[in-house]
């Protein structure tokens, strides 16, 4: 079906299924036991987490770091992150990002070391740190992996989440997980596990009321991110729910709830073939967008393989976005400027104007569609709209062989990592199924 107003493409996909709902349902009524989804990631002890923000902050109390120690994170990621370090009782540090991977720089890390005692590394957009570097880099201290964005990404075949004493996943609706909220701590080691455990269930459990109204605020989301409605009443209800932090986690002392576990294990179930599907689509994105000038794609890292949580692409200026943008969704396909206020928010942390970089991205950073449930078809639809939407910006017309190959991409040398697997080709041949 051909993109128009009444099938839009929205930014991101929120697959939360009727089936979904009701397991969640159950779940506040019922107490039903859960499937042991999380399999998937390895066989270190794992805790839910009323958020992806409230597991860091436990780990960090696990820590036992002294009062007031830096932290070391990318300013490049959630601003919740900075709140979680500061609510346990810590100092952020603020690390540059590269601005090729959009994560942590390894040399403005070893430029601030020693004045941080632990280090946070978020693997952003599903893009895998340079973990290995940033060990070197930081010296010896804890290292704890925001997986948020990464689960089943991997660097060197190892899988986001297994390199630090221990990692986080979120399952806000935005996530790869989109079960409404919720989080899950992962502990490779035994000691700090153990405090963990005491920690976890110290935590109290919300109300049924609560549950309640937050299913019921999930499952409207989730309807209105579907393709036929986001156009015509999503998109406008969506910056009025941003602006009110509806359904935004914050930082309490409860459990999570269990609807959001009930729907986060049956999403865990089908995830392996979500994420095979949204890289197939974002390497063909990639595919598609290769030859523009002046922008930076996501392409993976030597040794990487990405989920591809998001898309992100860095135009050339900050005077591109906000045309670019308007473009692309007069031809009904959305994109994000995420964290487009992490600096302003940052600054109230303490933040001193020291990552130009990460400073940068913030101004020119934009998301475009790639989510799973998008056919072949429509990712086509999706590059030609960005591609004629960045011409029509800059003002140059398309020539029949595409656009010259970009000097900035080739000195980046970054190949496409896997790009055609067996596994990623047939996947790119089947269209998807209502899973997604
Ligand atoms: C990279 C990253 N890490 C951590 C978090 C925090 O997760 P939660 O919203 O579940 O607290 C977010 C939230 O958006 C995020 O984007």
Redesign the pocket.
Known sequence: MLISRFHTVPRFGLPYTPLDFAAALAAIFGGTKLPDAFGLLGDSAKFWTR????ALRLLLTALDLRPGSGVALPLF??P??VSAIVSAGHRPVFIDVDPRFLTMDPNSLEAKRGTFSALVV?H?FGQMADIPALQLAGGEVPLIE?A??APLSYLNDRMAGSFGLASFY???S?KYWPAG?G?LAVVNDASLARKLARATEALSSPSRIEELRNLALQAAKALLFTRELYGILGKPIRRWAEKWAILE?SLDLKAIQHSYAAAASRQALRFAKRVERQRANSLRLLSHLDTIEDIVLPRERPGALYNYHMFPVLLRDREERAPVMAAMWKQFVDTSMIYCDVVQQCRRFGYRGTCPQAESIVDRLITVPNHAALTSHDIDGVAQVFRSSLLACRNVKPSCSGLPVSAHNVACGVEMAGATSTSMQSALQREPTDVF
């Not at 958020?51 to 409230?54: A, L």
């Open positions: 958020s992806g923000r409230q990621t959630d919740s992150l978020v952003l925001d948020a964005h979120s399952f806000a935005t909220g989080g986690p």
